[in-house]
């Protein structure tokens, strides 16, 4: 009976951290996953954005986490595994990689212990073909990306408190950002940060095609080549009234 009765405990433990609905889209996912070639996949994403304000979210600690901006995908520490042409396409884009690391800065390639993305005006997305359009108040946040030793530290924290300073300095009261639905430990950690939603979508791609519905404009898409892809914009601010100081 285990060869049934493992799947099914498998997929109860799923829909308890997930969600009937989101169960069921995880498990669309996986079966899509297991198409030879790799060629489909299940992408849904929840679209959040959390206001922009300065100040210490460390209380003080996390003095030995040094926070600096790296200039180019060739002077990135070692690191999560990215494609090289992503990392590329992010720096072309204007894109700027807050790097944390432990310890003295000529140990930065040793000891790198989190980054993150910021991007404004707009951003191309490198996991499915779509593009967000935003307002001149507005930032774009990607990858956020902690070392599994350090998770549960301060280091996202610390990567935070330096992107609230420098976004604020330049006008920017919102960031906002795509997490995968999937991931309940980003989505708790962005609502910890008083991040608000804004939205959902789900891509579906099969080889050429790709398939969107969203929530949010333009709410269905359909495309085969690079060049189609649906743009969100998010230039209003209906979330105003959490509006930060």
């Known amino acids: ?22 169960g069921a889209w995880h498990a669309c996912a996986r079966l899509l996953q297991t198409i030879p070639g790799g060629r489909c996949a299940l992408h849904r994403y929840q679209f959040v954005a959390q ?18 901006p790296c200039p180019a995908a060739e002077a990135l520490p070692p ?7 992503v990392l590329l396409d992010r720096y072309r884009q204007g894109a700027q ?4 690391h432990v310890g003295q800065a000529s140990d930065a390639a040793q000891s790198m212990a ?53 976004l604020h300095a330049q006008g920017v ?25 804004l939205g959902t979508a789900t891509f579906v791609r099969c080889g050429r095609w790709q398939w969107m519905l969203a929530s949010l404009p333009p709410y ?10 649906p743009s969100f914009r998010f230039d209003h601010l209906p979330w105003s009234h959490h509006a930060a100081t």
Not at 3 to 21: D, E, S
Not at 173 to 191: E, K, M, T, V
């Open 97 to 100: 990689c807050l790097v944390a």
């Open 51 to 68: 206001p922009v304000a300065p100040g210490s979210l460390c209380r003080g600690r996390g003095k030995t986490i040094a926070v600096t």
């Open 114 to 166: 989190g980054w993150l993305w910021l991007l404004r005006g707009a951003c191309q997305e490198d996991e499915v073909r779509a593009r967000y359009v935003l307002a001149p108040q507005l930032s774009w946040d990607l990858d956020v990306w902690v070392h599994p030793d350090q998770r549960g530290a301060l280091v996202f924290a610390r990567l935070w408190e330096e992107a609230n300073a420098r």
């Open 1 to 22: 009976m285990a060869w049934f009765l493992n799947p099914v405990r498998r997929i109860a433990a799923t829909v308890r951290q997930l969600g009937w609905i989101d």
């Open 220 to 229: 269905l898409h359909l495309s085969r080549h690079p060049a189609s892809f």
């Open 79 to 85: 690191g999560p595994e990215r494609p090289l042409p």
């Open 173 to 197: 009261r919102w960031s906002c950002s795509r997490i995968s639905r999937f991931n309940r430990g980003s989505l708790a950690a962005h609502a910890r940060l008083g991040a608000v939603s």
